[in-house]
């Protein structure tokens, strides 16, 4: 069959679009360490490269869902991975440009954190209007190549660190360009299909009306901040909480982090028809708070990183899920429904890394203290889900 009428090829095309998209989020958070020793910059204006990164994917999703529609998904989705090129790109040539190299990394953030906006918008609703069954178990292996990215960062990453020195990581942002770049033009060619028919989508005004949909987005803004509270800031938890080795601190920090999350989406892909998925969330729920006492209160290095372990497994359905419910909740949301769960998905992403980041800086740059502080985001989510289930779907 032609590439140009095979959805195969575009579900593998929003595969590497999600590999993107865990380069995009987790190769800077491996340099946190290196950015404070070779610039001399503070754990706070660190963190704030966080919230410039999920601050910037939240104000693309915020415009993409009045104006994706009308531009078009495959425009949109080659432009997203284009940015993701020049952001990581800028990230290894735009520091020296500046007399101040903590302008050039906001600079090549601000590039790339349009590419990921862009992909979290455009990718789910790509895939879920392609003509495949059983559509919550292909949104959690979707998801799950976000993670496999991660790994997939974080390995080759480590690996080129340790050949070539931490002083390559500039030439080593460029080579991570090869991907997103390939995968724009693969992106010219696939088969994209529209997530509803023109004029059948509810608008943002009908989604604002709606109860569910603000239950909803608590739950995007709560897994957010649950898996990115303990993902952006595992490398520098590791090594400089629990004093391992900058290797060791990638590999078993998000490195193992990410192998049990894209575990957790592979899982819940296979067994989703077996699952009641609010029910199997809110068990994961309870999971992600007691991963992350685990981490602050464990004085034993590696039940920290254990937890660490426990909270990437427990995060995983939380995204997808909420995704899947969205769908079966506002069947008619369209384009404006994935990208405003993405806008608050992203805010939770923003917020969740910040608050651990000032509350560690509150605490003498204790990451344990700020990793405590993170529970408030898995109770919400519970709390949201018992609410959840009590209000019927919409209609458009």
């Given at each position: 069959m032609n590439i140009r009428n095979n959805y195969k090829h575009t579900i593998t095309a929003s595969y590497i679009g999600y590999i993107t998209q865990a380069i995009v989020n987790n190769f800077a958070p491996l340099l946190f360490l290196t950015f404070r020793s070779a610039y001399g910059i503070s754990l706070e204006k660190i963190s704030l490269l966080v919230t410039i990164n999920f601050g910037t994917q939240l104000l693309v999703d915020f415009l993409s869902a009045k104006y994706i529609d009308k531009i078009g998904y495959r425009i949109s989705v080659i432009a997203a991975h284009l940015f993701a090129v020049a952001g990581l790109i800028g990230l290894g040539t735009l520091p020296s440009l500046f007399r101040e190299p903590y302008v050039g990394i906001c600079l090549s953030v601000i590039l790339y954190a349009i590419g990921g906006g862009l992909i979290e918008v455009l990718i789910s609703p790509i895939v879920e209007a392609c003509p495949t069954d059983d559509k919550s178990a292909a949104m959690s292996l979707l998801h799950s190549f976000y993670c496999w990215g991660c790994v997939l960062v974080i390995l080759v990453s480590t690996g080129l660190f340790a050949l070539f020195g931490i002083d390559?990581?500039?030439?080593?942002?460029?080579?991570?360009?090869?991907?997103?770049?390939?995968?724009?033009?693969?992106?010219?060619?696939?088969?994209?299909?529209?997530?509803?028919?023109?004029?059948?989508?509810?608008?943002?005004?009908?989604?604002?009306?709606?109860?569910?949909?603000?239950?909803?987005?608590?739950?995007?803004?709560?897994?957010?901040?649950?898996?990115?509270?303990?993902?952006?800031?595992?490398?520098?938890?590791?090594?400089?909480?629990?004093?391992?080795?900058k290797t060791v601190g990638d590999l078993a920090g998000p490195c193992f982090f990410s192998i049990l999350m894209g575990s957790a989406r592979v899982f819940h892909a296979k067994f989703a028809d077996r699952l009641a998925l609010s029910k199997y969330m809110g068990f994961c729920a309870a999971l992600c708070i007691a991963s992350y006492l685990l981490a602050a209160f464990s004085p034993v290095a590696i039940l920290s990183l254990?937890?660490?372990?426990?909270?990437?497994?427990?995060?995983?359905?939380?995204?997808?899920?909420?995704?899947?419910?969205?769908?079966?909740?506002?069947?008619?949301?369209?384009?404006?429904?994935?990208?405003?769960?993405?806008?608050?998905?992203?805010?939770?992403?923003?917020?969740?890394?910040?608050?651990?980041?000032?509350?560690?800086?509150?605490?003498?740059?204790?990451?344990?203290?700020?990793?405590?502080?993170?529970?408030?985001?898995?109770?919400?989510?519970?709390?949201?889900?018992?609410?959840?289930?009590?209000?019927?779907?919409?209609?458009?």
């Open positions: 390559s990581w500039k030439l080593i942002a460029g080579l991570w360009a090869i991907i997103p770049f390939f995968n724009a033009l693969y992106f010219t060619q696939v088969p994209i299909a529209s997530l509803t028919a023109e004029g059948e989508g509810m608008n943002i005004g009908a989604l604002f009306r709606s109860k569910i949909f603000w239950l909803l987005a608590l739950l995007m803004v709560c897994s957010g901040a649950s898996e990115q509270s303990m993902s952006q800031w595992a490398s520098a938890f590791a090594e400089g909480a629990l004093h391992v080795s254990l937890g660490c372990g426990i909270c990437g497994f427990s995060v995983g359905v939380m995204w997808p899920g909420t995704f899947s419910l969205a769908s079966e909740k506002c069947p008619k949301g369209g384009t404006a429904l994935f990208a405003l769960l993405a806008l608050a998905g992203d805010t939770g992403c923003s917020l969740g890394p910040t608050v651990v980041g000032f509350v560690s800086g509150a605490f003498n740059d204790n990451l344990k203290a700020g990793l405590l502080a993170a529970i408030l985001f898995p109770l919400l989510l519970l709390a949201g889900l018992y609410f959840c289930k009590k209000i019927l779907p919409v209609k458009a």
